[in-house]
């Protein structure tokens, strides 16, 4: 089994910072594509950012030049460093980690809890 455990959201001014975590933790043979997505009320989830195993990472272009997106191979954790926040950012962010476990032969997908990002004055 494998658990995802977010923390660091909260409310922020614009303007401000936040930094996000994800931990990955279980039977973890391997850890591929790591994202962070998000969804504001009313609309659909999207697709924040996203760091493969090997490094390369993808953004938004809402929050490109803003969010840096970065990981810990040896605490398989993936970060979100938040800049520059605006009240479009306020959200529920989710992490997104590709595991293959020592219960299956493929990668799967797990989703974290979810934490609420709010930016607001």
């Known amino acids: 089994q494998v658990h995802l455990v977010e923390s660091g959201g909260g409310l922020v001014q614009p303007g401000g910072s936040l930094r996000l975590s994800c931990a990955a933790s279980?039977?973890?043979?391997?850890?591929?594509?790591m994202r962070w997505y998000r969804q504001a009320p009313g609309k659909q989830r999207e697709l924040v950012a996203a760091?493969?195993?090997?490094?390369?990472?993808n953004y938004s272009n809402a929050v490109k030049g803003r969010f840096t997106i970065s990981k810990d191979n040896a605490k398989n954790t993936v970060l979100l460093q938040m800049n520059s926040l605006n009240p479009e950012d306020t959200a529920v962010y989710y992490c997104y980690v590709d595991v293959k476990s020592t219960r299956s032969s493929d990668y799967r997908t797990y989703w974290g809890q979810g934490t609420q990002i709010t930016v607001s004055s």
């Open positions: 279980g039977s973890i043979v391997s850890i591929s594509d």
């Open positions: 760091i493969s195993s090997g490094g390369t990472t």
